[in-house]
């Protein structure tokens, strides 16, 4: 399989974008890790994860730096995600983030780039933000995360709100409130959902029915973790890791298949929403 043959899903305007990307938080922090960190990314774009997350926020601009440096000569080939945080996202101060991530990223443009959460500023105001960043070319697409239902209800209200790309949302076995209301609406209006956190920052490892299931395949806890993610239409999945040999799992758990039974024994260690809940965040 080239990378081409990646599996994509597409964003509200057509663009399509592989289904599994890399996220980059606490990438870029420490000195010792860097070159261990720019060869995860590195290799993860030769596999076809070329969808980067990344934000302001990550190390303060640390991550936003590392990923400039992975990318460098690249830039073409890569889907290049960043998000504005909840204080910055007013109309002046938006624009002002988002100029300051491209110079960290050493790019010309985002792909997309999300409001991180909600904060106090109005909607109407970052939205207005946001579609002037897109209109100057500064941006393609916007999008936002941590966004629930009622979050999603107020953007749709707001002009311009109906340019939203994503929602940005913490989404893993120990993490199943979204598939109450927010998944399955998200689904229906075609708006895909990027799930955060996928193998719960690494604390899936070694569940005991996480391993049952992994031993049928041959393959690692965590990569059913990430497979399980990744079985539902329109949703991206954006692991983050540091080391090649990671990132290699977790692009091969693409291939891997969960059957029912897989999935009735995850269903019955890590129950499904039966009511709705609040979003959780990370
Ligand atoms: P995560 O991807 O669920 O887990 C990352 C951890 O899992 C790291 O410690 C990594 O260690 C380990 N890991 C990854 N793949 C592995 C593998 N195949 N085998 C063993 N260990 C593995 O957690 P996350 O970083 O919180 O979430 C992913 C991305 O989502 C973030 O990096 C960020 O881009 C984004 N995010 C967004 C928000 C938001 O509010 N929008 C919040 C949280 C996260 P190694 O590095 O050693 O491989």
Known sequence: ????????????????????????????????????????????????????????????????????????????????????????ATRRGTVEACHASLRRLGADHLDLYLLHWRGRVPLAETVEALEGLRQSGDIRAWGVSNFDPGDLRELAGVPGGEHVATNQVLYNLTRRGTEFDLLPAAQARGLPVMAYSPVEQGRLAGNAALRAVAARHGVSDLQVALAWVLRQPGVIAIPKSGRAAHVRENRAALDLKLTGDDLSDLDAAFAPPHRAQDLEML
């Not at 289904?19 to 010792?32: A, C, E, I, K, S």
């Not at 302001?56 to 400039?68: C, P, Q, R």
Request: hydrophobic share 35%; glycine share 12%; charged share 25%.
């Open 1 to 88: 399989m080239t990378p081409s043959d990646l599996p994509t899903t597409a964003l509200p305007d057509g663009t399509r974008v592989p289904v599994l990307g890399q996220g980059t938080w606490n990438m870029g922090d420490d000195p010792r890790r860097r070159a261990d960190e720019i060869l995860a990314l590195q290799t993860g774009l030769d596999l076809g994860l070329t969808l980067l997350d990344t934000a302001e926020m990550y190390g303060d601009g640390n991550s936003e730096e590392l990923v400039g440096e992975a990318i460098r000569g690249r830039r073409d080939e890569v889907f290049l995600v960043s998000k504005v945080l909840p204080d910055h």
